[in-house]
Nanobody, 114 residues
Framework: QVQLVESGGGLVQAGGSLRLSCAVS????????VGWYRQAPGKQRELVAS???????NYGDSVKGRFTISRDNAKTTSYLQMTSLKPEDTAVYYC????????WGQGTQVTVFS
């Protein structure tokens, strides 16, 4: 059974930083693509960042240069380092892993105030 548990969300002032973590149970982590999505109120869920098992990273345009995705296969954990946060980054952030199907975490709230 694959389970994903996010942590690290919270309330932060604009310009600040947060690091989200996603701990994954199950043996598929090393061969999976990991990802982070977010959904703001009234908006569609969007891709924030992804990282293949080979280390190829992809970022949404709105976070390029500010967010960094990483992974630790030994700890079966992915991370999203967020810097220079803006109020428009406020959303629920979800982590994912994907092999033949996509598994989702329960989400963690990030609120950025000005």
């Amino acid at each position: 059974q694959v389970q994903l548990v996010e942590s690290g969300g919270g309330l932060v002032q604009a310009g600040g930083s947060l690091r989200l973590s996603c701990a994954v149970s199950g043996s598929i982590f090393p061969i999976s693509t990991v990802g982070w999505y977010r959904q703001a109120p009234g908006k569609q869920r969007e891709l924030v960042a992804s990282m293949t098992r080979g280390g190829i990273r992809n970022y949404g345009d709105s976070v390029k240069g500010r967010f960094t995705i990483s992974r630790d296969n030994a700890k079966t954990t992915s991370y999203l380092q967020m810097t220079s946060l803006k109020p428009e980054d406020t959303a629920v952030y979800y982590c994912t892993i994907q092999v033949t199907k996509t598994y989702w975490g329960q989400g963690t709230q990030v609120t950025v105030f000005s």
